[in-house]
């Protein structure tokens, strides 16, 4: 009701009150408060909560509208450089007409939204804040003419970035056959309460943006599967067990801050209901978020932080899905259920794809190197991402403190043993660390 | 607004006709009216009002309702009426006549408390003559002291509640008690049907149903009021019942179901747990056999009765569940479970089950049958109580269903995007969460439904068949309230008056029965009543606890059509002693006494099927792969052919030898007959290394023209790409002494399917036409099928290459009589086609030319012979047959179209089969957004796609993008005859309509075998199981039928393939994954 109210004045305003166009001269200016890329940022996640994405789909959401964004930016703030060349495939990105005025701040929000509606469903709810977003930068005042410039320059970014997306083999997968489901006791096998199929079982077909292939950083197998009770799997299994079982209130929290599970459906009988919360490479962008705007980053450098962090985001949870179905290894609830207590419930509920490695510790760990390369190491900040979704803010030394204790929290939620987490943090550092070292932001 | 015109021209025409004396139809709705309180003074409502405490999150079944029990309380021959509410009061009332009643609930010493009451009963459980009332309580969740109440009628119209006396003040989760008289001792015994609460968050193993829940799992108690005990005593765990929390009970009904004397008990299970058929072991205890009789049942089972439903004198069941009948909610409600998960709870041992009503019909080995689908009886929607009685008279049972939801809690689009809170995981909602979750979740009030059994097992289509107004309803009960000869019924329901519909059944003739023991504190329930009227004999069970909640009629009433008079009526008593009774008048209730001429009766056991089986030690061994992982979309999985088999003699020493060719990775196996017995012929190199290929039809060809046979191995498969090397055909000659070595030569690398061999050319050389199954992994799309001339024994020449379609089989014969031989041939989603010999090397194809244009199928097999002797081969023909989920006609027919939706170089197969009166997809909008993502732009929830009828609906999908449109115009199995050159079609009978038809055979007395089922559609559409086999003995050629049905004497359930005659009167019996049979039927 109330935007309804905003929209209809500004409507009357357009109509009415722009008779004469009234130019603001410190638009450049104006038009590059960060908030636009933060808000946009935000609007997409909440769409990509909204539809149901799986956590390596939702990072694919994220990347390409970054880089679009970043692509536009990059001719307001010249000692930035250009992507083609770096990431796979990215060549050929039109450019500014020279001479000619742009409102690079518009024009990058403009090709980040646009980017985005190609890769998510409810294109209505972003379409409203687009809307919102483009009334409240024709308030600026910044000439029509190059308002109009801006976004057919933004518009032609992201068809260009669309095109190169269509290049990534997502499409193709869609057809690959599911995961096959085998009766062998070490082997993945859905879990409940929805025994859902394997979520993206050819992630690894995907085309990574800097690493060479989803193979580059191969961590270490998980451990031998086994019944015995002296065996470090069956240790491994009691220690998961008794992580829940026996779980202290600090690890109950710090499970369920970590959770990120985007779909949670709760099962009472007839009655289902679900949870929706940010995929776990949401959360580190809303810690990029947060550390932007806590390093007071300008608008280049807060959507270079962005577009680096879900650089990581994307190659690392190729190569950890490469993992997952190379190990297929089965989930700690099934063993438990099936060999040591049928009742054993786990803290959080079990994701649907094999368990080696853990997910959260491979894409926090390749997160936490981008953002310490951008802001620094010991760099302290008060994680209030999960706020919204009824959990406390946890405060955080260093990105690396953040990515370990999201690590860990997989852990004590029942659902990861502890090489998953180990090798995959080594992992996500590694593949954290080629991405940027291979990735120059800056000339 | 096109509709809209509809609609409104549609009531001028009504309003015009009202003009006119309205003509009572034969409609259901004709047949019952509602009668308002005010004029019935059945003033009862269950009224809820969900509290911050108590609601559906806190008690998942707060919405199932309350029951009616039916019975004579005050001895005055009208049947009164007791109504169960779960907030408010319980209520009884005095039936005056002329269907009115008076409220005596306070004066009659019912308590009037308002602890949550379920199921009611009336019954003399004390055996003192007079009708007492037990009603069931959810204890835990009312008031402390709640308990299961037992009001003992004091004879003066009031009762004294003596559950805790009795022993019988069980508190917890219960539904329904049923009395009977489960070990014939003369009293009445109690089953306690309890439901679980707990969460169905994981299947576990059904090892726990071995473990007792105090409050939800099942009792039985023996009456042991006349023994030192002087109560009943809970013998739960002695006679074999499980006590489980796995059982989510909400039905159970005690009838002797396999028609041997003794009581059985079949309980109807809500979600995973399969519902339990307890069979009674002479009255010493019982054992869960629903693996044994049933092949699958209802998932989310919430009503049952039982009575026989054909007049066969075998008893049948129908039960309950949650299908959708409605396009749009079908569309929109959780259904059918993903294969991958029917099959994940299966290997936690649960049976099989489908989220859909079963009419389980007996079949005279005992064994059930569903005809749901076939009767098209399996979709009403979220629905509670049915009842199977003859309502109106005709001598034919009927079949009334309660049904509606206060709370819709599958919705989809509820489930995934309007309930969702951003709440911690695991977390209990707060209270304004569940509120506002309550506020949101869908209501659905329907129509209650009446089929009226209008032919045999033929029911009145589900759109004539609504009968009231709109509620949500649950419990039910039938009596004649108004002695006027016809059965009314009392609903009871939820935040509405309670419906009386009176019956105004007119023109039919009938009897109603009631019956008294010799010794009166000896209970005459279980009795069995047989009533004979010329060819027809009808048969009820004294059964009083059944549909949902409820307990009816304690007379038994049997409409008898225009039948004039009655033979004889039969009482089998509850001693299982006989006494006929003849002479009774017609219209009337009689009351029938035990006397002293009784003669025991002799339960025939279960009726001997003709022939006999041999289990082979042979068996066939699938490989393991899921087509569905590969090709989502696909209604059937590809990857299911075989074995193939052939019968002949390889080492020519005059006795025929068996050839069996396994799945992937399976050898091919030859096993020669030596003095009668079949001895494995080991160490054939070739075949070990072609075990590689599955193989799915085999035949013998003296290829290389040397007198001996040769053998062409027809490889397949689904799950590798075409022209793959392991697709490909094989030719192994023969030695002479039946050594068969593979010849090297280049052949078809296809899914294959089908091998005919014949010399179509006349050059002295067999050829050979293949016909292939499918493009792997692109359903739909046609695959070449070859036919190849036999190049001297040297190797082949394609002489025909077409795309055929999805062939299934293929028979050479000269069709048009013009001495050269032709091909005949069927597949899925085709005509039957015949490529007719041009006699000079060319072939053309002809259908419509034959009058097979219309007769578009799932065809699987077909079997050529001259039945109506007119000198043409008559073609008979195997299908999917009449009892599958979709439907097809000319006028409807299920369509398919493939494209590649999104452009990635895979194509899709988008089907849409009618369904009641508009058309389904058959895929679900989250497997086709798995596949391709971008339609969910246009379906951004499950409301928008569930409008979606047709193609047309994708706006993605252009016309010309579409590469292949298919249909399927018949599902029927037929038998087309030939009329001057021309084949008319007709449909076999009911038996072989049951299941899919996989192959006959027609022996020297010209009998026609037949092999059916078909494992392997999608959940979706279900296994189909209904029937392995049958044979009819003859063949009327003037109406074109076959007559004289009996079962073949298989096992249930099985997956078959083929018959293959193997002598006379011996057949092997092909068996897909499972071991192989031999036949053998009486001389």
Redesign the interface.
């Given at each position: 009701m109330k935007n309804k109210v905003i929209i209809f004045t500004l409507l009357l305003v357009s109509l009415f009150g722009c008779k004469t166009e009234k130019v603001n001269p410190n638009y450049q200016e104006d038009a590059l408060q960060p908030e636009y890329i933060h808000r946009s940022m935000k609007s997409l996640t909440d769409v990509i909560v909204?539809?149901?994405f799986s956590p390596p789909v939702a990072s694919r959401n994220y990347v390409y509208p970054s880089v679009a964004a970043y692509q536009v930016l990059i001719h307001q703030y010249p000692n930035y450089q250009s992507l083609e060349g770096q990431l796979d495939g990215l060549a050929g990105l039109p450019k500014p007409e020279k001479d000619k005025a742009y409102c690079y701040g518009l024009a990058s929000v403009h090709a980040f939204l646009q980017t985005s509606k190609n890769f998510i469903?409810?294109?209505?709810k972003l379409i409203a804040f687009q809307d919102e977003l483009l009334e409240a930068f024709k308030e600026i005042g910044i000439p029509q003419e190059v308002f109009d410039r801006s976004l057919a320059y933004g518009e032609a970014m992201s068809e260009a970035i669309v095109k190169w997306s269509s290049t990534d083999n997502y499409?193709?997968t869609?057809?690959f056959?599911?995961?096959?489901?085998?009766?062998d006791p070490e082997r993945w096998?859905?879990t409940?309460?929805d025994?859902m199929?394997g979520i993206e079982p050819h992630w690894n077909t995907i085309r990574t943006l800097v690493l060479d292939s989803a193979r580059q950083f191969v961590p270490l197998p998980p451990t031998a599967f086994s019944l015995e009770k002296d065996s470090r799997f069956y240790q491994e299994t009691m220690e998961v067990y008794n992580a829940v079982s026996e779980a202290e209130p600090e690890h109950v929290e710090i499970a369920?801050f970590w959770?990120c599970?985007p779909?949670?459906?709760?099962?009472?009988?007839?009655?289902?209901?679900?949870?929706?919360?940010i995929s776990p490479g949401g959360h580190w962008m809303g810690i990029t978020q947060i550390a932007t705007k806590k390093a007071n980053a300008d608008f280049m450098e807060t959507t270079a932080a962005y577009t680096l962090v879900a650089i990581s985001l994307f190659d690392a949870f190729i190569s950890c899905w490469d993992e997952k179905y190379r190990s297929n290894l089965t989930r700690p609830e099934t063993v438990i259920?099936q060999y040591v207590n049928?009742d054993w419930?786990p803290?959080?509920?079990t994701p649907p794809f094999p368990e080696h490695t853990s997910g959260h510790s491979v894409i926090s760990a390749a997160s936490s190197v981008a953002l310490t390369n951008l802001f620094g190491d010991n760099f302290a900040f008060v994680d209030s991402t999960e706020v919204?979704?009824?959990?406390p803010a946890r405060t955080f030394d260093s990105f690396y403190d953040a990515a370990d204790e999201a690590a860990i929290s997989r852990l004590y939620g029942g659902i990861h043993f502890r090489p998953a987490i180990e090798y995959g943090v080594d992992q996500g550092k590694k593949v954290g660390q080629y991405i940027t070292e291979n990735i120059k932001l800056k000339k | 607004m096109h509709n809209k015109y509809i609609v409104f021209l549609f009531l001028l025409l009504t309003l015009a006709c009202n003009t006119e004396p309205q003509i009572e139809s034969a409609t259901t709705a004709a047949l019952f009216t509602e009668k308002n309180s005010t004029a019935s003074g059945l003033s009862f409502s269950n009224n809820l009002n969900p509290t911050s405490e108590l609601n559906?999150?806190e008690y998942?079944?707060y919405y199932n309702g309350g029951g009616v029990a039916v019975g004579d309380i005050n001895s005055d021959g009208l049947e009164d009426v007791m109504l169960t509410a779960n907030q408010g009061q319980d209520k009884l009332f005095l039936n005056q006549g002329d269907l009115k009643f008076t409220d005596i609930t306070n004066q009659s010493g019912i308590k009037t408390n308002s602890d949550w009451s379920s199921g009611v009963s009336m019954d003399d459980v004390n055996g003192d003559g007079l009708l007492d009332i037990y009603v069931c309580k959810v204890a835990p969740i009312s008031g402390e002291a709640t308990h299961n109440e037992l009001y003992i009628n004091n004879g003066d119209a009031t009762f004294t509640e003596s559950a805790g006396q009795y022993g019988l003040d069980f508190s917890g989760y219960s539904t329904q008690a049923s009395f009977f008289d489960y070990d014939r001792d003369g009293d009445l015994d109690m089953y306690l049907l309890n439901h679980s609460?707990h969460?169905?968050?994981?299947?576990?193993?059904i090892s726990?149903r071995n473990e007792l829940d105090e409050l939800s799992g099942d009792r039985l108690y023996e009456n042991r009021l006349n023994e030192a005990e002087a109560k009943f005593v809970d013998v739960s765990a002695e006679a074999g019942i499980y006590s489980s929390a796995l059982g989510?009970g909400l039905c159970v009904i005690t009838a002797d179901i396999n028609n041997d004397g003794w009581t059985d008990i079949y309980v109807g299970n809500?979600?995973h747990e399969n519902d339990y058929v307890y069979l009674n072991n002479q009255g010493q205890s019982f054992k869960e056999s629903m693996p044994g009789v049933l092949n699958h049942c209802s998932k989310f089972t919430m009503g049952v009765d039982i009575t026989d439903m054909n007049n066969d004198g075998l008893q049948d069941i129908f039960t309950t569940d949650m299908l959708p009948y409605d396009e749009v909610v079908a569309l929109k409600s959780?259904g059918e479970d993903?294969d991958?998960?029917f099959?994940?709870r299966s290997?936690f041992g649960f049976e099989d089950q489908y989220a859909r009503n079963h009419l389980q019909l007996q079949m005279p080995d005992h064994q059930f049958s569903d005809i749901a689908l076939m009767t098209n009886t399996y979709a009403t929607d979220w629905s509670w109580s049915v009842l199977l009685q003859d309502f109106d008279n005709d001598t034919r049972n009927d079949i009334f269903i309660t049904n509606g939801i206060v709370k819709r809690?599958?919705d989809l689009d509820?489930?995934?995007?309007v309930?969702?809170?951003?709440?911690?995981?695991?977390e209990r909602?707060t209270q304004a969460q569940l509120d506002a979750?309550l506020s949101k979740m869908p209501a659905q009030k329907l129509k209650n439904i009446l089929f009226t059994q209008d032919d045999d097992l033929s029911f009145s289509e589900l759109t004539n068949s609504t009968i009231g107004s709109p509620t949500f309803s649950n419990g039910a009960a039938y009596a004649d309230f108004d002695k006027d000869g016809d059965l009314d019924l009392i609903v009871n329901n939820i935040n509405a008056e309670a419906t009386l519909l009176a019956n105004s059944t007119k023109g039919n003739n009938y009897v109603s029965i009631s019956l008294i023991n010799a010794n009166t504190a000896q209970t005459s329930k279980d009795a069995i009543v047989k009533v004979y009227t010329g060819e027809l004999i009808k048969t009820q069970q004294y059964v009083t606890t059944r549909g949902y909640q409820s307990s009816s009629s304690h007379n038994l009433h049997f409409g008898l059509g225009d039948m004039t008079t009655i033979d004889s009526v039969v009482v089998i008593w509850p001693d299982r002693t006989k006494e006929v009774f003849k002479g009774l008048a017609l219209n009337q209730l009689h009351e029938i006494k035990k006397g002293a001429d009784t003669k025991p009766y002799v339960f025939s056991p279960q009726q001997a099927v003709a022939g006999s089986l041999e289990q082979l030690q042979i068996r066939h061994i699938e490989n393991?792969f899921?087509d569905?992982?590969?090709d989502?979309l696909i209604p059937e999985l590809l990857s299911r052919e075989g074995p193939a088999v052939v019968y002949e003699d390889f080492d020519q020493d005059g006795q025929k030898d068996l050839f069996f060719g396994g799945a992937r990775y399976q050898e091919p196996r030859l096993f020669l007959r030596k003095a009668g017995e079949f001895v494995e012929q080991k160490g054939n190199l070739d075949f070990k290394k072609d075990a590689k290929y599955e193989d799915v039809d085999a035949a013998v060809i003296d290829f290389d023209k040397d007198g001996d046979l040769d053998l062409y191995v027809v490889s397949g498969g689904n799950d590798e790409k075409e022209l793959n090397k392991q697709l490909e055909d094989r030719i192994y000659l023969n030695d002479g002494k039946g050594n068969l070595k593979r010849l090297p030569l280049s052949l078809p690398h296809t899914n294959g399917s089908s091998i005919a061999v014949a010399d179509f050319d006349g050059d002295g050389f067999e050829d050979i036409f293949i016909g292939a199954r499918s493009i792997p992994s692109s359903y739909g799309l046609s695959p070449y099928s070859f036919l190849l001339k036999n190049k001297g024994g040297f190797g082949v020449d394609i002489a025909l290459k077409e795309r055929l379609g999805l062939l299934t089989d293929s028979k050479w014969a000269d069709i048009d009589g013009d001495q050269d031989i032709d091909l005949v041939f069927c597949g899925d989603w085709m005509n039957i086609g015949v490529l007719v010999n041009q006699g000079d090397g060319t072939f053309q194809l002809q259908s419509d030319e034959l009058g097979l244009g219309q007769s578009a199928g799932l065809w699987n097999t077909i079997y050529l012979e001259d039945l109506n002797q007119d000198g043409q081969l008559d073609i008979i023909a195997g299908n999917a047959g009449a009892n599958f989920k979709w439907k097809a006609s000319p006028e409807k027919p299920v369509k398919l179209y493939v494209m590649d939706m999104?452009?990635?170089?895979?194509t899709e197969p988008l089907i849409f089969y009618p369904y009641f009166s508009t058309y389904l997809p058959f895929t679900s909008m989250d497997e086709l957004v798995?596949?391709?993502?971008s339609v969910?732009?246009q379906f951004?929830t499950y409301d928008a796609f569930s409008s979606v009828q047709d193609i047309k609906d994708f706006q993605q999908i252009k016309a010309e993008s579409i590469v292949e449109r298919k249909q399927i115009k018949e599902l029927r199995s037929m038998v087309y005859l030939s009329e001057n050159g021309k084949y008319e079609g007709k449909p076999l009978p009911f038996n072989a309509q049951l299941s899919t038809i996989q192959e006959f055979s027609i022996n020297d007395e010209g009998n026609l075998l037949f092999v059916g089922n078909y494992h392997d559609y999608l959940t979706e559409l279900g296994k189909n199981t209904a029937n392995s086999g049958g044979m009819y003995k003859d063949f009327n050629a003037a109406t074109g039928t076959f007559e004289n049905y009996q079962q073949l004497p298989l096992p249930a359930n099985l997956n078959t393939r083929g018959i293959l005659p193997m002598g006379k009167d011996e057949y092997l019996i092909s068996v897909n994954n499972d071991t192989q049979y031999i036949l053998r039927m009486p001389k």
């Amino acid at each position: 009701m109330k935007n309804k109210v905003i929209i209809f004045t500004l409507l009357l305003v357009s109509l009415f009150g722009c008779k004469t166009e009234k130019v603001n001269p410190n638009y450049q200016e104006d038009a590059l408060q960060p908030e636009y890329i933060h808000r946009s940022m935000k609007s997409l996640t909440d769409v990509i909560v909204h539809d149901i994405f799986s956590p390596p789909v939702a990072s694919r959401n994220y990347v390409y509208p970054s880089v679009a964004a970043y692509q536009v930016l990059i001719h307001q703030y010249p000692n930035y450089q250009s992507l083609e060349g770096q990431l796979d495939g990215l060549a050929g990105l039109p450019k500014p007409e020279k001479d000619k005025a742009y409102c690079y701040g518009l024009a990058s929000v403009h090709a980040f939204l646009q980017t985005s509606k190609n890769f998510i469903f409810s294109e209505q709810k972003l379409i409203a804040f687009q809307d919102e977003l483009l009334e409240a930068f024709k308030e600026i005042g910044i000439p029509q003419e190059v308002f109009d410039r801006s976004l057919a320059y933004g518009e032609a970014m992201s068809e260009a970035i669309v095109k190169w997306s269509s290049t990534d083999n997502y499409k193709e997968t869609r057809s690959f056959p599911k995961y096959d489901v085998r009766e062998d006791p070490e082997r993945w096998t859905p879990t409940p309460p929805d025994y859902m199929d394997g979520i993206e079982p050819h992630w690894n077909t995907i085309r990574t943006l800097v690493l060479d292939s989803a193979r580059q950083f191969v961590p270490l197998p998980p451990t031998a599967f086994s019944l015995e009770k002296d065996s470090r799997f069956y240790q491994e299994t009691m220690e998961v067990y008794n992580a829940v079982s026996e779980a202290e209130p600090e690890h109950v929290e710090i499970a369920k801050f970590w959770d990120c599970n985007p779909f949670v459906s709760h099962v009472e009988g007839h009655i289902m209901f679900a949870t929706k919360k940010i995929s776990p490479g949401g959360h580190w962008m809303g810690i990029t978020q947060i550390a932007t705007k806590k390093a007071n980053a300008d608008f280049m450098e807060t959507t270079a932080a962005y577009t680096l962090v879900a650089i990581s985001l994307f190659d690392a949870f190729i190569s950890c899905w490469d993992e997952k179905y190379r190990s297929n290894l089965t989930r700690p609830e099934t063993v438990i259920n099936q060999y040591v207590n049928q009742d054993w419930l786990p803290l959080l509920q079990t994701p649907p794809f094999p368990e080696h490695t853990s997910g959260h510790s491979v894409i926090s760990a390749a997160s936490s190197v981008a953002l310490t390369n951008l802001f620094g190491d010991n760099f302290a900040f008060v994680d209030s991402t999960e706020v919204e979704y009824g959990l406390p803010a946890r405060t955080f030394d260093s990105f690396y403190d953040a990515a370990d204790e999201a690590a860990i929290s997989r852990l004590y939620g029942g659902i990861h043993f502890r090489p998953a987490i180990e090798y995959g943090v080594d992992q996500g550092k590694k593949v954290g660390q080629y991405i940027t070292e291979n990735i120059k932001l800056k000339k | 607004m096109h509709n809209k015109y509809i609609v409104f021209l549609f009531l001028l025409l009504t309003l015009a006709c009202n003009t006119e004396p309205q003509i009572e139809s034969a409609t259901t709705a004709a047949l019952f009216t509602e009668k308002n309180s005010t004029a019935s003074g059945l003033s009862f409502s269950n009224n809820l009002n969900p509290t911050s405490e108590l609601n559906i999150l806190e008690y998942l079944y707060y919405y199932n309702g309350g029951g009616v029990a039916v019975g004579d309380i005050n001895s005055d021959g009208l049947e009164d009426v007791m109504l169960t509410a779960n907030q408010g009061q319980d209520k009884l009332f005095l039936n005056q006549g002329d269907l009115k009643f008076t409220d005596i609930t306070n004066q009659s010493g019912i308590k009037t408390n308002s602890d949550w009451s379920s199921g009611v009963s009336m019954d003399d459980v004390n055996g003192d003559g007079l009708l007492d009332i037990y009603v069931c309580k959810v204890a835990p969740i009312s008031g402390e002291a709640t308990h299961n109440e037992l009001y003992i009628n004091n004879g003066d119209a009031t009762f004294t509640e003596s559950a805790g006396q009795y022993g019988l003040d069980f508190s917890g989760y219960s539904t329904q008690a049923s009395f009977f008289d489960y070990d014939r001792d003369g009293d009445l015994d109690m089953y306690l049907l309890n439901h679980s609460v707990h969460s169905v968050r994981s299947y576990g193993k059904i090892s726990k149903r071995n473990e007792l829940d105090e409050l939800s799992g099942d009792r039985l108690y023996e009456n042991r009021l006349n023994e030192a005990e002087a109560k009943f005593v809970d013998v739960s765990a002695e006679a074999g019942i499980y006590s489980s929390a796995l059982g989510y009970g909400l039905c159970v009904i005690t009838a002797d179901i396999n028609n041997d004397g003794w009581t059985d008990i079949y309980v109807g299970n809500d979600f995973h747990e399969n519902d339990y058929v307890y069979l009674n072991n002479q009255g010493q205890s019982f054992k869960e056999s629903m693996p044994g009789v049933l092949n699958h049942c209802s998932k989310f089972t919430m009503g049952v009765d039982i009575t026989d439903m054909n007049n066969d004198g075998l008893q049948d069941i129908f039960t309950t569940d949650m299908l959708p009948y409605d396009e749009v909610v079908a569309l929109k409600s959780g259904g059918e479970d993903t294969d991958q998960v029917f099959k994940i709870r299966s290997t936690f041992g649960f049976e099989d089950q489908y989220a859909r009503n079963h009419l389980q019909l007996q079949m005279p080995d005992h064994q059930f049958s569903d005809i749901a689908l076939m009767t098209n009886t399996y979709a009403t929607d979220w629905s509670w109580s049915v009842l199977l009685q003859d309502f109106d008279n005709d001598t034919r049972n009927d079949i009334f269903i309660t049904n509606g939801i206060v709370k819709r809690p599958n919705d989809l689009d509820y489930i995934k995007f309007v309930n969702t809170q951003n709440a911690g995981a695991n977390e209990r909602l707060t209270q304004a969460q569940l509120d506002a979750f309550l506020s949101k979740m869908p209501a659905q009030k329907l129509k209650n439904i009446l089929f009226t059994q209008d032919d045999d097992l033929s029911f009145s289509e589900l759109t004539n068949s609504t009968i009231g107004s709109p509620t949500f309803s649950n419990g039910a009960a039938y009596a004649d309230f108004d002695k006027d000869g016809d059965l009314d019924l009392i609903v009871n329901n939820i935040n509405a008056e309670a419906t009386l519909l009176a019956n105004s059944t007119k023109g039919n003739n009938y009897v109603s029965i009631s019956l008294i023991n010799a010794n009166t504190a000896q209970t005459s329930k279980d009795a069995i009543v047989k009533v004979y009227t010329g060819e027809l004999i009808k048969t009820q069970q004294y059964v009083t606890t059944r549909g949902y909640q409820s307990s009816s009629s304690h007379n038994l009433h049997f409409g008898l059509g225009d039948m004039t008079t009655i033979d004889s009526v039969v009482v089998i008593w509850p001693d299982r002693t006989k006494e006929v009774f003849k002479g009774l008048a017609l219209n009337q209730l009689h009351e029938i006494k035990k006397g002293a001429d009784t003669k025991p009766y002799v339960f025939s056991p279960q009726q001997a099927v003709a022939g006999s089986l041999e289990q082979l030690q042979i068996r066939h061994i699938e490989n393991k792969f899921d087509d569905y992982n590969a090709d989502k979309l696909i209604p059937e999985l590809l990857s299911r052919e075989g074995p193939a088999v052939v019968y002949e003699d390889f080492d020519q020493d005059g006795q025929k030898d068996l050839f069996f060719g396994g799945a992937r990775y399976q050898e091919p196996r030859l096993f020669l007959r030596k003095a009668g017995e079949f001895v494995e012929q080991k160490g054939n190199l070739d075949f070990k290394k072609d075990a590689k290929y599955e193989d799915v039809d085999a035949a013998v060809i003296d290829f290389d023209k040397d007198g001996d046979l040769d053998l062409y191995v027809v490889s397949g498969g689904n799950d590798e790409k075409e022209l793959n090397k392991q697709l490909e055909d094989r030719i192994y000659l023969n030695d002479g002494k039946g050594n068969l070595k593979r010849l090297p030569l280049s052949l078809p690398h296809t899914n294959g399917s089908s091998i005919a061999v014949a010399d179509f050319d006349g050059d002295g050389f067999e050829d050979i036409f293949i016909g292939a199954r499918s493009i792997p992994s692109s359903y739909g799309l046609s695959p070449y099928s070859f036919l190849l001339k036999n190049k001297g024994g040297f190797g082949v020449d394609i002489a025909l290459k077409e795309r055929l379609g999805l062939l299934t089989d293929s028979k050479w014969a000269d069709i048009d009589g013009d001495q050269d031989i032709d091909l005949v041939f069927c597949g899925d989603w085709m005509n039957i086609g015949v490529l007719v010999n041009q006699g000079d090397g060319t072939f053309q194809l002809q259908s419509d030319e034959l009058g097979l244009g219309q007769s578009a199928g799932l065809w699987n097999t077909i079997y050529l012979e001259d039945l109506n002797q007119d000198g043409q081969l008559d073609i008979i023909a195997g299908n999917a047959g009449a009892n599958f989920k979709w439907k097809a006609s000319p006028e409807k027919p299920v369509k398919l179209y493939v494209m590649d939706m999104d452009e990635n170089g895979q194509t899709e197969p988008l089907i849409f089969y009618p369904y009641f009166s508009t058309y389904l997809p058959f895929t679900s909008m989250d497997e086709l957004v798995s596949q391709v993502p971008s339609v969910r732009k246009q379906f951004v929830t499950y409301d928008a796609f569930s409008s979606v009828q047709d193609i047309k609906d994708f706006q993605q999908i252009k016309a010309e993008s579409i590469v292949e449109r298919k249909q399927i115009k018949e599902l029927r199995s037929m038998v087309y005859l030939s009329e001057n050159g021309k084949y008319e079609g007709k449909p076999l009978p009911f038996n072989a309509q049951l299941s899919t038809i996989q192959e006959f055979s027609i022996n020297d007395e010209g009998n026609l075998l037949f092999v059916g089922n078909y494992h392997d559609y999608l959940t979706e559409l279900g296994k189909n199981t209904a029937n392995s086999g049958g044979m009819y003995k003859d063949f009327n050629a003037a109406t074109g039928t076959f007559e004289n049905y009996q079962q073949l004497p298989l096992p249930a359930n099985l997956n078959t393939r083929g018959i293959l005659p193997m002598g006379k009167d011996e057949y092997l019996i092909s068996v897909n994954n499972d071991t192989q049979y031999i036949l053998r039927m009486p001389k």
